[in-house]
């Protein structure tokens, strides 16, 4: 559950990070809309990402991992439409600005995750003879 929490708080982060850095990317209402939305969007990309991949990998492989932005940004898109539907502003202008969204997105996710993440532990080496 604690993984699951700090997951969310990344998603959140990562989508004020494209909403604050890209223009068509815009999210309206209290802070904890943007958190529905980082859930909403965690549940898209669980559910339809692998099957996307699947659907899609010939064009992955074509484009050399090319084509995987646009099903990111397909995936971000659907998320925007979803929380409309749901009451909740969060809009994308167009495609542009949902590429863009979903690259902030994913490289703000990693960086977040980067820095609050705590380091795993090392395996020492075992002595040698």
Known sequence: MRRGLLRLLINTLALFAAVVVIPGVRFDGPLWHLVVVAALFGAVNAVLR????????????????????VVNAALFA?????AGTFGIGFTISGF?????GALV???????VALLI???PARVRDAPRA
Not at 50 to 62: A, G, M
């Open 96 to 100: 542009w600005a949902a590429l863009g």
């Open 50 to 69: 692998p099957f996307l991949y699947v659907l899609t990998c010939p064009l992955v492989v074509v484009t050399l991992g090319g084509f995987a932005l």
């Open 117 to 119: 993440t705590p380091e």
């Open 78 to 82: 659907l998320t925007a439409r979803l």
């Open 105 to 111: 997105t994913s490289v703000a996710a990693v960086l």
